[in-house]
């Protein structure tokens, strides 16, 4: 199954734009009455018929849509800080959307070695992977934030730290059970600043630890959402 990014959908008929045309008649080579499965990022799943096979402007007839089609149980709002080497950082994107997240935050703490961060670039890796994972839901993906200004912004749920300042605090598996919104935060290759742990201690979030075992950036955001959604399939 293919899917198509239509956030502006409304109505029973629809003009795909030039290029989702192109992928959709020229690439795909679909025809008149062949089915197409439409997204408009917000999680309602459009069943579409090709009612006009234009290569530039291929029109489609919704024939059934679905409201939630694939609503996870939990709320997951991720800030990361950007990496050194920005490949990473699209990686991580790209996976974190296809495990499932609401909200992704960059970050720029006091240790951070990236401090321009491509808006536009990483918004259509959020939207290719949505669509290659077939999933309805679009994350929504922040502005570069100062992370003492992001500290500082109300969360209606549980907050979060990973650090490696303390070897003694609450394993993150362990921290999330019981919890269906959750905000976590994880910091740059040097880690969060004293100041900004004691920051976000003084906000309210909770010091927590992904294991043992020191990670990359990219790899503990993965291991922070892939731990939030199996504990709210087990809970």
Known sequence: MNLFYTPDISGNCYQLNEEESKHCIR??????????????????LYTTRI??????????????????????PYFLHLAVAPTKNMERYEWM?????????????PVLCEHSERRIFKQDRAEKIVISAMKQSLKTRLPKLQNLTDIKQFICQPFNGEKFICHCAESECLLLPQALKGCSKALIMIGPEGDF???EIALALQHEFKAVSLGDTRLRVETAALVACTYMQAVSQIC
């Not at 234009?54 to 409201?67: D, F, G, I, L, S």
């Not at 994107?93 to 935050?105: F, S």
């Open 193 to 195: 600043s004293p100041e």
């Open 93 to 105: 994107l790209e996976k974190i959307t296809e495990i499932g997240v609401d909200i992704i935050t």
């Open 27 to 44: 690439v795909l080579r679909l025809a008149v009455g062949d089915e197409v499965r439409l997204t408009d990022g917000r999680g309602t």
């Open 51 to 72: 009612t006009d096979a234009h290569p530039k402007a291929c029109c489609v007839e919704v024939v059934h849509r679905e409201e939630n089609f694939d609503r996870h």
